[in-house]
């Protein structure tokens, strides 16, 4: 989760609160609303380093194995 997530979410805990102190039932499912939505793009922004994180490893087995293709080849010159 990025730091504008957790803000995000902080800040619609808050306006929760707010509606909830206040009794504005409308508020209060804004702030729901608002948590929900920050939880989301947090949850998304893991799987996205994830897949990332998934495609560097590729790159570099991939590489490695370019590398010993070529080397092997080159011996065989």
């Known amino acids: 989760m990025s730091l504008r997530d957790k803000f995000d979410?902080?800040?619609g805990k808050a306006k929760e609160a707010?509606?909830?102190a206040t009794g504005d039932k409308g508020l209060r499912r804004e702030g729901k609303a608002?948590?929900?939505e920050a939880k989301a793009k947090g949850k998304l922004h893991d799987?996205?380093?994830g897949a990332k994180e998934?495609?560097?490893e590729v790159k570099t087995t991939l590489g490695g194995l370019a590398d010993k293709?070529?080397?092997a080849v080159d011996r065989n010159k």
């Open 18 to 20: 707010t509606g909830h």
């Open 54 to 56: 998934g495609l560097d």
């Open 34 to 36: 608002d948590q929900t």
């Open 9 to 11: 979410e902080a800040a």
């Open 69 to 71: 293709a070529k080397n």
């Open 47 to 49: 799987v996205a380093e």
